[in-house]
Nanobody, 118 residues
Framework: QVQLVESGGGLVQPGGSLRLSCAAS????????MGWYRQAPGKQRELVAS???????NYPESVKGRFTISRDNVKSTVFLQLNSLKPEDTAVYYC????????????WGQGTQVTVSS
């Protein structure tokens, strides 16, 4: 079955950096577009980065220039480098595949908590 295991979150001061990892299994990782999502308390889950099977990345304006998504198709792992973090980046971060219709896959991992605070 599909498994997504996120790691790398933590508590960081504003302006700091973190690198998140997501190990995927149960589907053909190398041909899937992958995404990183986040959900802050009381808010809807939002997509913050996506990367196609060939490595083309996209970001919303809110994180462009600060976040970088990458992938290792051999290890079925997707990464998210978070730089210049702001308190409003505080959320639980999840990875998932992005289906051809643009929706996330049905299965979610446990996520990893990112807290930006001084």
């Amino acid at each position: 079955q599909v498994q997504l295991v996120e790691s790398g979150g933590g508590l960081v001061q504003p302006g700091g950096s973190l690198r998140l990892s997501c190990a995927a299994s149960g589907f053909i990782f190398s041909i899937n577009t992958m995404g990183w999502y986040r959900q802050a308390p009381g808010k809807q889950r939002e997509l913050v980065a996506s990367i196609t099977f060939s490595g083309t990345a996209n970001y919303p304006e809110s994180v462009k220039g600060r976040f970088t998504i990458s992938r290792d198709n051999v290890k079925s792992t997707v990464f998210l480098q978070l730089n210049s973090l702001k308190p409003e980046d505080t959320a639980v971060y999840y990875c998932n595949r992005i289906l051809p219709n643009g929706a996330p896959g049905a299965y979610w991992g446990q996520g990893t908590q990112v807290t930006v605070s001084s």
